[in-house]
C-alpha cells in the first residue's frame, strides 16, 4: 500500500508543475511573455505586484489576432480568467514605462488547462477505495499548502523589502546625526577655543 501511495504522490508531483514566475521590471521598461494556447482551453492569469513603488503596474493580454482580451492600468494585483478561443500564441505584457525611477518585482502565475485528476482515479468507475480517498485527500492538501506558501513567500519579499528600505534610511539618518554632532562639536571647540586664547595687545607705529 505504501508503495502504491508513493507512485500516485510522484505522478502527482509530476502533473502538478505549473507556469510560476517572479521577475524584475525596471523603470520605464516593458516585459512581455508568450505561450502557446489549444482553441477552447481554459486559462487563469493571476499577477501581484511584491515590491516598488505604489505597488502598481499596467496589463495587457492579447490573442494571436492582437486582440485585446485583458487591460488594467496601474494594478497592484488581480486575478483574469478566460477561455481562448483560437488556437495560437497569446501575449501578456507588464509595462511600468510610466514610472521613471521605481523598481518593481512582479509575480505571475499562467496557468493554461484545468488540472488533471490524479492518475487512476479520474476515470474511476467504482467506489474510491480508502487509499485512493486518502490520495485525493492529499491531493487537495498539497494544492492547499502550495497556495499557501506562494502567499507567505510574497508576504516574505515585501516585509523583507521593506525592512531593507527601512534599514537604508536608519543608515542614512544616522550619518546625517553623525556629521551634524562632529560639525557642531568642532564649532564649539573652535568658539571655546577664541574665548581662551589671550589676544595680543595692539601696539601703534610711532
Excluded at 508513493?6 to 516585459?31: G, N, Y
Excluded at 492538501?141 to 499557501?148: F, Q, R, S, V
Aim: aromatic letters at 12%; hydrophobic letters at 40%.
Amino acid at each position: 500500500m505504501r508503495f502504491w501511495i508513493i507512485i500516485l504522490l510522484v505522478e502527482f508531483c509530476q502533473i502538478c508543475i505549473a507556469t510560476e514566475l517572479t521577475f524584475e521590471l525596471p523603470d520605464s521598461a516593458k516585459e512581455c511573455f508568450h505561450e502557446e494556447i489549444k482553441a477552447n482551453t481554459s486559462c487563469t492569469l493571476e499577477y501581484q505586484v511584491v515590491t516598488g513603488g505604489q505597488y502598481d503596474v499596467d496589463v495587457v493580454l492579447e490573442d494571436p489576432k492582437g486582440n485585446v482580451l485583458y487591460k488594467q492600468v496601474r494594478m497592484q494585483f488581480d486575478t483574469h480568467t478566460f477561455i481562448a478561443q483560437v488556437h495560437g500564441i497569446y501575449k501578456v505584457c507588464f509595462s511600468n514605462e510610466f514610472s521613471t525611477f521605481s523598481h518593481k518585482l512582479v509575480y505571475m502565475d499562467f496557468q493554461v488547462g484545468d488540472e488533471q485528476p490524479l492518475p487512476g482515479i479520474g476515470d474511476h468507475a467504482t467506489v474510491l477505495t480508502q487509499m485512493e480517498s486518502s490520495t485525493q485527500e492529499i491531493h487537495k492538501a498539497l494544492n492547499t499548502m502550495l497556495d499557501y506558501q506562494t502567499h507567505h513567500r510574497l508576504r516574505e519579499a515585501q516585509g523583507r523589502k521593506r525592512a531593507e528600505e527601512l534599514n537604508e534610511r536608519v543608515l542614512w539618518w544616522s550619518i546625517m546625526e553623525t556629521l551634524a554632532v562632529l560639525t557642531i562639536a568642532f564649532g564649539q571647540v573652535f568658539v571655546l577655543k577664541n574665548f581662551f586664547t589671550e589676544k595680543k595687545p595692539y601696539a601703534p607705529y610711532k
